[in-house]
């Protein structure tokens, strides 16, 4: 399986990332490692021609969505008889300033949503992506490839049969 991304790793130059959000490049410069090693989450990045810079990335790990957040309509597909269901988080996504405005977030996500439907079908159950988005741009991004908005807790998924139709 092909994938537009790579791991994260020792090579690739990630003091040089800032794509205008603090918190997504302290997070990529500090701690991305660290949770790597701690087997928190996965980190794939999207690298420049240089093999080296990074034009940006992502991270996925797994998680739980409790059933009563989840809308009726998306739930009647669901339906197991459980307080929560498995899912996929996509915590973070970010481009590098230099290359915004080139649809590099786009094909992140792409990336990312082929991944997580790719484990899902092969190897760990997951009902649907999750996203915790850090501001209104972020939400709107999210719902232009639509993520539904849950109720109450300013998160977002996406069902893993919608993303299947992807694929």
Do not use: W
Not at 56 to 85: F, H, R, V, W
Not at 94 to 103: H, L, M, N, P, Y
């Amino acid at each position: 399986m092909n994938y537009l991304s790579v791991a994260l790793n020792s090579t690739h130059k990630k003091e040089k990332f800032s794509c205008g959000n603090t918190p997504l490049d302290n997070y990529l410069h500090k701690q991305a490692s660290q949770d790597i090693k701690r087997k928190l989450c996965a980190c794939f990045v999207m690298e420049a021609e240089t093999h080296k810079t990074i034009k940006g990335y992502y991270t996925l790990a797994n998680t739980s969505i409790d059933k009563q957040l989840i809308p009726a309509n998306a739930l009647k597909k669901l339906s197991p008889p459980y307080k929560s269901l498995p899912a996929t988080l996509l915590g973070r996504l970010a481009v590098d300033t230099q290359f915004q405005g080139k649809g590099i977030g786009a094909l992140l996500l792409i990336d990312a949503l082929k991944r997580s439907f790719q484990v899902a079908a092969h190897s760990i159950g997951s009902c649907a992506i999750i996203v915790d988005p850090i501001d209104i741009k972020a939400i709107e991004f999210y719902k232009k490839y639509g993520f539904i908005l849950l109720p109450d807790s300013g998160k977002l998924f996406l069902p893993m049969k919608t993303v299947a139709q992807l694929f």
